[in-house]
T-cell receptor, first 114, second 111 residues
């Protein structure tokens, strides 16, 4: 079945540690890719997105993601996390590049220890 | 301010009592969608609408209804709520495949 997989359910880091959250999707062809963040008690906010062009995408708050087509991956990275990055992170895909279903992964909860 | 507005933010109801969660967007977006969020399951799509009078089922449509009589509004209707519909619900809208705007969420508890 077509899906979006996030490998880690819960990641715990200390402040200043580097972060990489994995995301793989199983759709062939064109895809639009997104990372959303949900801070405790809040709604989803867009961190970054990829449609085409440079596979290294920079988003808000120092986050970046790299699209690797051959690996069907779109991993999220941040060189140095802060306590305020504690949140849940969702990878999402629109298959086919057309308006339609935004398919989410199950999310990764990030806890950053001060 | 461009936004998606959901109401209510919190709702506690009893099994079987019909309820409607409203969703309105002020961006003239054609596409609107409803998701439910449950721990460990991420966000799952309930229904979506590509335009006025055009709606379609998502992954978990059972127990829900929607309507799209106007472009800006996309209410979610639970005709006979059950406890397994206790969840956090999000409405979203989009002008295309390049970005979605989410509402603030509605936390529903069915007892």
């Amino acid at each position: 079945a077509q899906s979006v997989s996030q490998h880690n359910h819960h990641v715990i880091l200390s402040e200043a540690a580097s972060l990489e959250l994995g995301c793989n999707y199983s759709y062939g062809g064109t895809v639009n890719l997104f990372w959303y963040v949900q801070y405790p008690g809040q709604h989803l906010q867009l961190l970054l997105k990829y449609f085409s062009g440079d596979p290294l995408v920079k988003g808000i708050k120092g986050f970046e993601a790299e699209f690797i087509k051959s690996k069907f991956s779109f991993n999220l990275r941040k060189p140095s996390v802060q306590w305020s990055d504690t949140a849940e992170y969702f990878c999402a895909v629109i298959p086919g590049g057309s308006q339609g279903n935004l398919i989410f992964g199950k999310g990764t909860k990030l806890s950053v220890k001060p | 301010e461009a936004q998606v507005t959901q109401n209510p933010r919190y709702l506690i109801t009893v099994t079987g009592k019909k309820l409607t969660v409203t969703c309105s967007q002020n961006m003239n977006h054609e596409y609107m969608s409803w998701y439910r969020q449950d721990p460990g399951l991420g966000l799952r799509q309930i229904y979506y609408s590509m335009n006025v009078e055009v709606t379609d089922k998502g992954d978990v449509p059972e127990g829900y209804k929607v309507s799209r009589k106007e472009k800006r509004n996309f209410p979610l209707i639970l005709e006979s709520p059950s406890p397994n519909q206790t969840s956090l619900y999000f409405c979203a809208s989009s002008a295309g495949s390049r970005g979605y705007t989410f509402g603030s969420g509605t936390r529903l508890t069915v007892v």
